[in-house]
């Protein structure tokens, strides 16, 4: 399994970014898929959850501000981030997990500074 993450940048407050997740070796429209966010300073977080079917959960923190999507076509998942705000600064990982293991991507750079 190996999943790919992309979309990283510095931006300013206000702005927006969208990450990408390429996933390969699953079938990937059979597996939930998540975000997770994590600084030197906090417990890695999780950010948002897509499902097989579609359904969506985030955490409270980015409620109307983050969008996950997923296209199967692609076998890739997307994070939307509107309206970021400096503590939204973090590496972002892209997870899925099965009976055989946790994967996880090597992370994407999210800088939110002016």
């Known amino acids: 399994v190996q999943l790919v993450e992309s979309g990283g940048a510095l931006v300013q407050p206000g702005g927006s970014l969208r990450l990408s997740c390429a996933a390969s070796g699953i079938v990937f429209s059979t597996y939930t898929m998540h975000w997770y966010r994590q600084t030197p300073v906090k417990e890695r977080e999780l950010v948002a959850t897509i499902t097989s079917g579609g359904s969506t959960n985030y955490a409270d923190s980015v409620k109307g501000r983050f969008t996950i999507s997923r296209d199967n076509s692609k076998n890739t998942v997307f994070l939307q981030m509107n309206s970021l705000k400096p503590e939204d600064t973090a590496v972002y990982y892209c997870?899925?997990?099965?009976?055989?293991?946790?994967?996880w991507g090597q992370g994407t750079q999210v800088t939110v500074s002016s």
């Open positions: 997870n899925t997990r099965d009976w055989y293991g946790d994967y």
